[in-house]
């Protein structure tokens, strides 16, 4: 008689943003890559938000330089880049998703449903690094070349890095909150996940000395809609967004931080 | 001379920060600063009113400016945004959008 072998599921739920998401997947090799991954963000007790069965496959089958695509087709949302495709119902809470036993498919994933989810509650991620000191968090934006890495890489012992690379933005009923994200940037080192009141968000640009500026709500408005990352095109969820930022603006300071790369630099914030 | 009416595409989101109006385009989510006056006559699109009596009754009110030039000005920058899809031009009045149904 054959035998009927069940192979064992196993679970990873990753927190970000105090937000959890139940990973399941066959492949114990693939867990202990997530859990390498997502060190300190992985292994959460909070009941996770949604789950999602992750297949692994040698080959997706798709043009392996697509572009991410995302869609929502009759209330189930739909992702799909060179390297996985998702599909994730956020009114049963389950997703799926199939890719090859690599991080960073489960990675974009996780940026896409947290930006969807944000959205809906008036906060975003932003493509910037975040840093705590003394119980405050500071944001600084700007795409790549201008500086996050760098900036985040000088800080003192005395500041805590939230993220290099993806700031995870909250909206409380007094403002802004950031949590520590595991996406990294160049620095390869994910986030303290801890989070903190947003003091200030800093522009960044990098020059010859080291200031702060003031910038119009105009631009501080324009410069952090360039900085959201939003990968959904539909209508509804684009003006919440642009919403979003309006209001963030309109209760976080914006500043412009130019700065010359040196430790100094953080002598101006406090 | 025909009458223009102007009224803002459903299509965006916009919102006063100061003296100017940021406008994004939901569809490609382009952004448009309106300068102070800009702003009056957006605000005024609301597809009844011809844009020759905005610009007399508002524009050459709150603005020291001649209406000939006002409603030349007025007339270049309706087109330039009609042009990028945010507000819709047409020499009839123009009927409020049907509210679509939310999913």
């Given at each position: ?60 089958g798709f043009d392996p ?206 | ?58 524009v050459c009110r709150e ?41």
């Amino acid at each position: 008689m054959a035998q009927l072998i069940v192979p064992s599921i196993h679970t990873v739920p990753v927190e970000v943003g105090g937000m959890v998401v139940l990973l399941r997947t066959c492949d114990p090799d693939f867990v202990r890559m997530l859990e390498d991954r997502y060190t300190g963000f992985a292994g959460s007790p909070i009941p996770p938000a949604f789950e999602f069965d992750v297949e692994l496959v040698t080959s997706i089958g798709f043009d392996p330089e697509a572009d991410v695509e995302v869609r929502c087709e009759q209330r189930r949302w739909v992702f799909r880049r060179g390297d996985f495709y998702a599909e994730w119902d956020p009114r049963s809470r389950r997703g799926s998703i199939r890719q090859t036993a690599n991080p960073y498919s489960v990675d974009a994933v996780l940026r896409i449903v947290h930006s969807i989810v944000l959205a809906g509650e008036g906060g975003f991620l932003l493509h910037s690094a975040s840093a705590m000191r003394s119980g405050r968090a500071s944001l600084f934006s700007g795409l790549s070349g201008a500086g996050k890495t760098t900036i985040s890489r000088l800080a003192p012992p005395d500041v805590t890095l939230l993220t290099d690379e993806v700031s995870y933005v909250r909206r409380q009923e007094y403002g802004y909150r950031a949590f520590g994200t595991p996406f990294a940037g160049e620095l390869a080192r994910v986030g303290e996940n801890i989070c903190a009141p947003i003091a200030a968000l800093y522009l960044l640009e990098k020059g010859p000395t080291n200031r702060i500026e003031a910038v119009s709500i105009t631009e501080a408005t324009q410069r952090i809609m360039r900085n959201i990352l939003f990968f959904a095109e539909e209508p509804d969820l684009v003006r919440r967004i642009f919403d979003s930022a309006c209001e963030f603006v309109a209760r976080v300071p914006v500043y412009r931080l130019t700065f010359f790369p040196d430790e100094r630099v953080w002598e101006l914030i406090r | 001379m025909k009458q223009k009416y102007i009224a803002r595409s459903s299509a965006i989101a916009a919102r006063k920060l100061g003296d100017e109006m940021i406008v994004m385009s939901a569809l490609n989510s382009t952004l448009f600063t309106l300068n102070e006056v800009a702003s009056v006559i957006w605000q005024a699109a609301d597809g009844k009113t011809p844009l020759a009596e905005i610009v007399a009754g508002t524009v050459c009110r709150e603005f020291d400016v001649t209406p000939e030039v006002a409603y030349q000005d007025a007339e270049t920058l309706v087109n330039d945004l009609a042009g990028h899809g945010i507000l819709l031009v047409s020499e009839q009045p123009i009927p409020a959008p049907v509210p679509q149904e939310s999913r």
